[in-house]
């Protein structure tokens, strides 16, 4: 009797099922991971922000609509990671039929991507799913903070926000209103202050400190006050605290000044947000040709 392909078939048999036993734990694995990513960020997710109740208790300045606005987007956003985590969860637990959205965001915790259907509700980010939650749950803490009693922050972190345009827009009308001078005569002037967050206990009387910043393509040299040549092994060095404030569009000096383009992240494109006027000593042409750039995220 020849007993080799019976020893053959016996072969075959245990590897199929040693095949099948490690992608059963493959699958296993990926699930506890997932699984372990969702109940992480459940625990740490906050609750939404009572918007009616906020309106009731403050005056509809531009500021205070503008953190209005971004609860209203941050309730959105926190209600669908709160309804696809949950979802997802139940999915797993076998509760609930598995669906292509819950496979797509399974896929999308496990290789540390921020799912698509947070995204659109949020603003462009080059960030992995770890980075960018500790934003939102940053930008929450923000947001806490200014709706305690709606006092401008001392110093607002810009990237934070969902429309930073918004509070950019807000800064003109706020000075245009005071003063009583017309909007569309109105422009943004920006100096860039030596002094890191914690060094701001208050806003300042008009405008607003915001940081957060970062720049490509050069440096900025607090002891000269411009913009100089970027150094190798820094290559997006954070920006000091800015001032923004508005002025009367005639009154805006722009003599060795940079027209500095503001972008959401390094893709640049369609993530642009405003242009600052920084000082510099070298031909602004200079810059140009670097493709200097301000940055909210990198």
């Not at 208790?57 to 531009?62: D, I, V």
């Not at 971004?70 to 609930?96: P, W």
């Not at 607002?156 to 969902?162: A, K």
């Not at 411009?226 to 290559?235: G, K, N, P, Q």
Request: aromatic share 10%; hydrophobic share 40%.
């Amino acid at each position: 009797m020849n007993i080799f392909p019976l020893r053959a078939q016996y072969w075959l048999c245990w590897s199929c099922s040693h095949t099948a036993l490690s992608e059963r734990r493959v699958v296993e694995s990926i699930e506890e991971k997932v699984m372990t990513i969702i109940q992480d960020i459940l625990k740490k997710l906050p609750e939404g922000y009572n918007v009616e109740k906020m309106m009731e208790r403050t005056e509809r300045s531009p500021y205070a609509v503008v953190c209005l606005q971004e609860c209203q987007r941050m309730n959105l956003l926190l209600a669908e990671i709160q309804r696809s985590l949950t979802e997802l969860e139940l999915g797993l637990k076998g509760e609930l039929s598995f669906s292509s959205s819950m496979e797509t965001l399974q896929f999308e915790l496990f290789n540390n991507f921020v799912p698509h259907s947070w995204t659109r509700l949020a603003y462009p980010s080059t960030k992995t799913l770890a980075q960018w939650m500790s934003d939102v749950l940053l930008s929450c803490q923000e947001l806490d903070s200014w709706t305690h009693d709606f006092r401008l922050p001392a110093v607002v972190w810009l990237p934070g926000l969902f429309s930073p345009q918004s509070f950019l827009t807000a800064v003109l009308q706020s000075i245009a209103r005071k003063n009583q001078w017309p909007l569309d005569k109105m422009t943004l002037t920006v100096d860039v202050t030596k002094k890191l967050r914690d060094d701001f206990g208050h806003p300042p009387r008009e405008g607003s400190y915001i940081h957060g910043l970062f720049m490509e393509g050069a440096r900025w040299d607090s002891e000269a006050g411009t913009i100089s040549e970027a150094v190798l092994r820094d290559l997006t060095p954070p920006m000091p605290v800015l001032y923004v404030r508005a002025v009367p569009s005639e009154e805006l000096d722009l003599r060795n000044t940079f027209r500095c383009p503001v972008y959401r992240t390094k893709q640049r494109g369609s993530t642009y947000v405003w242009a600052f006027h920084l000082l510099t000593k070298q031909p602004p042409a200079k810059w140009v040709v670097a493709g200097v750039a301000l940055l909210l995220s990198v």
